[in-house]
């Protein structure tokens, strides 16, 4: 295929690097128009260009920026040439080259490629999800377990997508509005199961039957109870939890048999008795095999087993995903449960790739659940992170990939794209060049008065509050939005500033604070959102 690109004179060095480094199958020229900004260009102004150029030399495509405004159809119409969009910034060139002859069909004379290829993949990406929660028709396989009743139920087993269990950790010491609230954000973030983690140390039945109530009525997922002392267990399926974490060799003799069968309970290696888990994988894995054994007999019918993962270092992480991986062997109709919040919460890393590298793991070994937490403020969002990393783990499974350019990923800081430019100095500079020292510009009030700046995670707004000069305790006005702009624009709106750099400062403090309450790092003013790392090159 034979393609002409068009940009303007900023960008044409880096496309020409771009092509000469390409190793995709076409050819390639670039017609470099008298405009500086690619972006500037328009598809009329293109077309009579092209028009004084002459023929064109057999060109199977043109491929105009991908910010211009308006139709290249009328690109198409004067050189009789298909002319698309191509992506918005020139560096996302060599992943459009890739599939190129792939994608064609999907190129638009309106959008930019990279919006629209996106759109496409993630358009497949969620239609591969519904299809893979999709209740199969007729008997469910041996494989495949139900849990829970109605609307609330759902399949667990090899092949099909990972359920989120979300755990309301400590919930006997939460207020009823608090219980709702976190209920209610865990099933706003993907989970699939609330689960209500109760205190070892004081057991509490009568809270948990309330708690499980409260909460069952809440949210329209099923709701499960976290504990090893069996009064607490039966306390929470009188009142409608319908999967237990969990039973050990002790515990499940003294659930009533009439409970045994009608909710599912996942099964530890653990013993009252002993209080430690074995030191040993082949100790763990027997006293696993046993108690799911026992279960059986006493007459547990919907049985998930957990052999329990451990945090990294102390005990150890490798031994206990070798549990998981050699009881998977042994069991492989048996789901498995998998506790990553032991590793995320014992980590002091971003949360979103830890999460996903554990998914992919779980997904490898045939876990069929996976349970977490969001105690430390590092964890903020771990639940919909896990949630976006199972999905990802479905669909790269199922199309036999790796877990990349699947239409949904957890790049939430970084990027596989790096649009801007390298900064290069010129050779021959005739403008001046200063390196501004730190606190060499003067600071001057703003007659007109000052602003503090918030962040209201609760209502996921942005807060401004601006004061006098005269009276500094009580603001004159609070004002509330989601984006920086729109508080921005409020402000100008209503003359609260008179000064450019109290603007710029405005500005500056805005998208911060913006910036802020997208990743969830900590708002404070006039303080930097994120470490100055100094990342060596070399």
């Known amino acids: 295929m034979k393609v002409l690109l068009i940009t303007g004179k900023l960008a044409e060095p880096l496309i020409r690097k771009i092509i000469s480094e390409t190793k995709a199958p ?13 972006a500037f260009l ?5 077309s009579t260009q092209l028009k004084l150029r002459g023929p064109l030399e057999d060109y199977n495509l043109i491929l105009l920026p991908g910010m211009i405004a308006g139709d290249t159809a009328v690109v198409t119409e004067s050189t009789r040439i298909p002319a698309f969009k191509g992506p918005q910034h020139a560096a996302d060139l060599p992943l459009l080259f890739d599939v190129l002859t792939e994608k064609l069909s999907q190129l638009s004379t309106t959008q930019p490629a990279d919006v629209v290829l996106a759109e496409a993949v993630k358009k497949r990406a969620i239609q591969d999800l519904r299809q893979g929660n999709r209740r ?8 495949v377990l139900e849990i829970g009743k109605g609307k609330r139920s ?19 010491l939460r207020s009823e509005d608090e219980l709702r609230h976190l209920a209610q954000y865990f099933i706003a973030s993907g989970a699939h199961v609330i689960d209500i983690g109760m205190i070892a140390e004081a057991p509490n039945p009568k809270a948990a039957n309330e708690i499980i109530r409260l909460v069952n009525k809440t949210v329209p997922v099923m709701v499960s109870i976290d504990s090893l002392n069996s009064e607490e267990i039966v306390a929470g399926l009188e009142a409608g939890a319908e999967l237990v974490l969990s039973l050990d060799q002790d515990n499940m003799l003294d659930i009533p048999k009439s409970k045994r069968s009608k909710a599912a309970f996942t099964v530890i290696p653990a013993t009252q008795e002993s209080g ?8 763990r894995l027997e006293l696993l095999l046993d108690n799911l054994s026992n279960a059986r007999t006493l007459g547990y019918k919907k049985l998930i087993a957990d052999p329990l993962c451990d945090p990294l270092m102390a005990p150890g992480l490798s031994q206990a995903l070798l549990a998981y991986q050699e009881f998977h062997n042994r069991e492989p109709k048996v789901p498995m449960l998998m506790g990553v919040g032991n590793v995320t919460e014992l980590l002091d890393a971003d949360s979103p790739g830890v999460n996903a590298l554990l998914a992919g793991i779980a997904v490898e070994l045939g876990v069929s659940m996976v349970l977490t937490t969001e105690v430390s403020p590092k964890t903020r969002g771990a639940v919909w992170e896990l949630h976006r990393a199972t999905q990802m ?11 990349k350019d699947l239409g949904l990923d957890l790049l939430l800081l970084k990027t596989k794209q790096f649009p801007e430019p390298p900064y290069e100095l010129g050779a021959n500079v005739s403008y001046p060049r200063e390196v501004i020292a730190e606190g060499e510009t003067p600071h001057r009030m703003d007659v007109n008065g000052f602003f503090t700046f918030h962040v209201d995670r609760e209502k996921k707004m942005l807060v401004a509050r601006h004061y006098t000069i005269e009276e500094r305790e009580t603001p004159t006005i609070e004002l ?51 470490p100055n790392w100094h990342i060596p090159l070399s």
């Open 276 to 283: 430690d888990l074995p030191k040993t994988l082949d100790e």
């Open 154 to 172: 759902i399949l667990v087993g090899p092949r099909r997508p990972m359920r989120v269990i979300a755990e309301i950790t400590d919930a006997p």
């Open 480 to 530: 509330l939005s989601p984006t920086a702009q729109e508080l921005i624009d409020a402000i100008f709106t209503r003359d609260l500033v008179s000064q450019l750099d109290h603007a710029a400062y405005i500005g500056r403090e805005l998208a911060k604070a913006e910036l802020a309450l997208v990743t969830g790092r900590p708002y404070i003013q006039e303080t930097s959102l994120f």
């Open 42 to 46: 328009h598809p009329k102004y293109v």
């Open 393 to 403: 783990m479905y669909l790269a499974r199922r199309h036999q990939t790796p877990p």
């Open 136 to 143: 199969p028709k007729g008997k469910l396989p041996s494989t």
């Open 26 to 38: 076409h050819s390639f020229d670039l017609l470099v128009l008298p405009l500086p900004v690619a």
